[in-house]
């Protein structure tokens, strides 16, 4: 099956908090997000419509989708983007521009088919 990586659009909020909040449910979400299902369950529409905007944006935060080509979203991964002169984030200032992968999903009916 071919898939189609893109970036999450703005108006796509619904979605991007349906396969977050999905996400949030899998087994190993405890280690992989700072957030817990009913942390991120309680936040308000406007949460999530301004998280995707951002992530839309791409100027320091990026989300980028899977989507089947029957345009199910099956997987998603952010990329926050540190710089030198950012605040820190990671324990200590990036010394390079530098990206960090976080948020990585995968639907686990999409898994493994390479």
């Known amino acids: 099956m071919d898939y189609v990586m893109r970036s999450v659009r ?6 991007a ?3 977050r ?12 997000f700072l957030e817990s299902y009913e942390e991120a369950r309680a936040r308000p529409d406007s ?6 905007a951002s992530a839309a944006e791409g100027r320091y935060v990026r989300q980028f989708v899977a989507e089947s080509p029957e345009g199910e979203w099956v997987g998603t991964v952010t990329v926050l983007i540190e ?23 995968v639907r686990p009916e999409a898994r493994g088919p390479g």
Not at 10 to 15: G, K, N, Q, R, S
Not at 47 to 52: G, I, V
Not at 85 to 101: C, I, K, M, S
Request: proline share 8%; no cysteine.
């Open 10 to 15: 703005a108006e796509e909020w619904p979605l």
């Open 17 to 19: 908090r349906q396969l």
């Open 21 to 32: 909040l999905e996400a949030l449910q899998d087994p190993a979400a405890p280690v992989a």
């Open 47 to 52: 949460f999530w419509q301004d998280r995707t």
């Open 83 to 105: 710089r030198p002169d950012d605040d820190v984030r990671f324990g200590e200032a990036a010394e390079v521009d530098q990206a960090h992968l976080v948020g990585v999903f």
